[in-house]
């Protein structure tokens, strides 16, 4: 499939060794918003092209649009890619609203085309060992979830912080999407919430490059949690935070009537699942059974790229509309005091067969 990436930022490093990793994919063309940068992620590709916008998602040679732009672009390079009679993928979060989320969907169901968007980081080894214990039965009928996400702030490190505090920012709807997209993978669709949130600080202070010592003002809930009430009838509580140093509890853990599951930071593709069943002594280290393995950001393209027609991808665009519904709708529940229902809904994702590095370029499970 014939890739054309729009948005040659940082992130789009991690996507370009994927893509020259995997013979799936291949880079047709690149646009930036500074041109100079897209030549420069050119270069060293041969028949790979620079262009603006417009004129990469018109482009006959391009096969699917990888929109890595900023969140509040995405929506209107999506909908640039689907006028356009194009696939597109997106980085998270899907759109920066759930309203331009529906728009953007049915745009695309209308002119049929599909939209996908990441995280894919589900699809690798750590998710989908999980996803298989469970679905095998090894943890008997899943109750219940934690998943926990503790860091003082993105200021510490991030030169330029100041998106981390503005509308669309914030510790949930920055890394909200990895926790709630394994949560759902794992235990299908969402169906009420309960939220609570907080803002202790009014500022924050950059601690490195040339903006050290300069305050951002934070416009955002930095302390977000709350109770998540599955379709299936698990429960799964949330906390994301910029508020905390450091903690000791698991990214994830599931818990069943005969066992329960530890998960590594659902923000890589690979690590340690960790199972203990009502019976055992201790945890132990569940050998690697399902899911893409090496994986990096963009199998998720490839996997939705090769995807049959007619067949929902696994990273596909409704299940990144019910993420972020889920994170709206609590901070919706927290401001109002209320428990919210939700208006979306998805399919819980098809699980990835195992998947060695030797096997990729078969056909993808």
């Known amino acids: 499939m014939n890739v054309g990436l729009v948005g040659c930022g940082t992130i789009a490093g991690q996507y370009l060794r994927t893509i020259d990793r995997l013979p799936e994919l291949t880079l047709a063309a690149a646009a930036d918003l500074d041109p100079a940068r897209a030549g420069e992620t050119v270069r060293s590709r041969p028949g790979a092209r620079a262009l603006s916008v417009d004129d990469l998602v018109t482009d006959p040679g391009v ?7 900023v969140p509040a672009a995405h929506a209107e390079v999506a909908h640039k890619a689907v006028d356009a009679g194009k696939d597109v993928y997106c980085e998270k979060p899907l759109t920066a609203t759930t309203a331009e989320a529906r728009e953007l969907l049915a ?12 995280p894919d980081t589900v699809l690798g080894t750590a998710t989908q060992t999980a996803r298989k214990a469970l679905d095998d039965g090894l943890i008997g009928r899943p109750v219940a979830a934690t998943a926990t996400m503790v860091t003082p702030g993105h200021e510490r490190w991030h030169h ?31 169906a009420t919430v309960v939220g609570a949130a907080s803002r202790p600080r009014a500022e924050r202070t950059i601690g490195t490059g040339p903006r050290r010592g300069e305050t951002v003002p934070v416009d955002v809930d930095t302390h977000v949690t709350g109770v998540l009430v599955h379709r299936s009838g698990a429960l799964s509580t949330l906390v994301t935070t910029f508020e905390g140093v450091a903690t000791t509890s698991p990214h ?9 599951l530890v ?36 199998d998720g393209l490839a996997d939705f790229a090769l995807t049959p027609p007619g067949v929902e991808p696994r990273a596909s665009g ?8 889920v994170m709206e709708s609590l901070l919706a529940s927290a401001h109002s ?19 060695p590095g030797a096997d990729r370029t078969g056909p993808r499970g």
């Open 63 to 69: 096969d699917v649009v990888l929109n890595l732009t």
């Open 107 to 118: 745009a695309a169901d209308a002119a049929g085309v599909r939209v996908g968007c990441a």
């Open 160 to 190: 330029h912080p100041d998106f981390y505090y503005a509308p669309g920012g914030g510790p949930l709807m920055d890394m909200g999407p990895y926790y709630l997209t394994s949560l759902v993978t794992l235990l299908g669709p969402v």
């Open 252 to 260: 994830l853990e599931l818990h069943g009537d005969e066992g329960s």
């Open 263 to 298: 998960l590594p930071d659902p923000n890589h593709f690979a690590g340690d699942v960790r199972l203990q069943r009502l019976d055992d002594e201790d945890w132990r280290t569940l050998p690697v059974s399902a899911g893409y393995e090496p994986a990096g950001r963009g």
């Open 318 to 325: 409704r299940l990144a509309y019910h993420v972020l519904d």
């Open 337 to 355: 005091g209320q428990a919210v229902s939700l208006d979306s809904t998805c399919d819980r994702p098809r699980p990835v067969t195992f998947v």
